[in-house]
Each structure stands twice: as C-alpha cells, then as structure tokens.
C-alpha cells in the first residue's frame, strides 16, 4: 500500500507539512518496497481556489490510499474521501517518524475536514 505525506522537504526527515492543498511536496511511501518518491506540488502553492482539490487528485494519481496531512480542508477531503484514499492527521515530526507512527497504529483516521476552505 502507498501512503501520502504532505511535505516541506524530498526526504524521510523532511518536516510533515501542516498544509494538505499547499504543501510543498508529497512523499509517496510504499510500505511493501520500502520506498519513496517525491512528487511535487508546486502549482497549487499561489492558487487562488482549488489547490486542494487538485492537490487531492496529484494524490489519487500516485495511487496512494492513505493520505498524512497536519490539516485538510472540506473541498480537499470530499475529494480524497470520493477516491477512496483515507485521511489520518500528524501534528508534527518528520516524515520518518509519520510513517512509523502510521504502521504502529498510533494515527487515528479522520472522519471529515480539520480547517475551512482556503486555510493557510
């Protein structure tokens, strides 16, 4: 299974970044390989509206089926949640750490958005 993680780095001890539609990057993390790769976000940084739905759907298309944010807006989890990828929100760490607390259990799935639309 792959695992999304909003990013401000291209690495495991990147910090999780706090935005899902703005992050920088995401961290695409197979848990059966082992391995990542990085896909950028860079788009959606300046966009007026919309930069969680199509931060959701770069999502979709990496074929990830969970998603690690700090936050996660209506437009943004309609769109994950109509996908079929789950949420799970990390307050803070690396994406290291994410990814460890992740497989222990310790993330909990959310069940809607955290924030409102345009929250930066």
Same mark, same amino acid.
């Given at each position: 299974?792959? $695992?999304? *993680? ?10 999780? /970044? ?6 920088? =990057?995401?961290? *695409?993390?197979?848990?059966? #390989? /082992? ?10 940084? =300046?966009?007026? =509206?919309?930069?969680?739905? =199509? ?12 998603? *690690? ?9 309609? #769109?994950?949640?109509?996908?079929? $990828? ?5 307050? &803070?760490? #690396?994406?290291? %750490?994410? *990814? ?9 799935? &959310?069940?809607?958005?955290?924030? %409102?639309?345009?929250?930066?």
């Amino acid at each position: 299974m792959k $695992i999304a *993680i909003s990013c401000s780095g291209n690495n495991l001890d990147s910090p999780v /970044d706090q935005r899902f539609g703005r992050a920088a =990057q995401f961290l *695409i993390y197979d848990l059966e #390989t /082992d391995t990542f790769k990085v896909i950028d976000n860079n788009q959606n940084l =300046q966009a007026a =509206q919309g930069a969680g739905i =199509q931060a959701a759907r770069n999502v979709a298309d990496s074929g990830a089926k969970a998603v *690690i944010t700090g936050n996660v807006g209506p437009n943004a989890y309609k #769109t994950l949640n109509a996908a079929g $990828i789950d949420v799970y929100l990390s307050k &803070s760490g #690396t994406v290291k %750490e994410t *990814i460890e607390e992740f497989k222990s259990g310790k993330l909990v799935k &959310s069940t809607g958005a955290n924030v %409102e639309g345009h929250w930066m």
